[in-house]
């Protein structure tokens, strides 16, 4: 998936990943943190702009899409 404007990801790309680990959430950031939790990871600070004065806790950071990438390989069946 090719990088958005802003250097994010679409929204469909997160819902996508939490459709087929099993998880249920509604931002990009509380899905993520339900795929770490889920697989066992931390989701912590540093993976979404929740901290930040301007952030409000929408976006989630390159730590964060670290963390699901990890998750989602250890989630998913090996092909």
Known sequence: MPV???SSFPS???EAAARQCGVSARS???IG???AKKAGLE???DCDSGDTLVGGRH???QAGLDVI???VAGL???R
Do not use: I, K
Request: net charge positive; proline share 8%; charged share 5%.
């Open 69 to 71: 990438s990890q998750a």
């Open 59 to 61: 976006s989630v950071t």
């Open 33 to 35: 943190q339900a795929l």
């Open 43 to 45: 989701w912590t600070a």
């Open 28 to 30: 990009m950031p509380q």
């Open 12 to 14: 469909h790309v997160f």
């Open 4 to 6: 958005g404007v802003g």
């Open 76 to 78: 998913l069946p090996r």
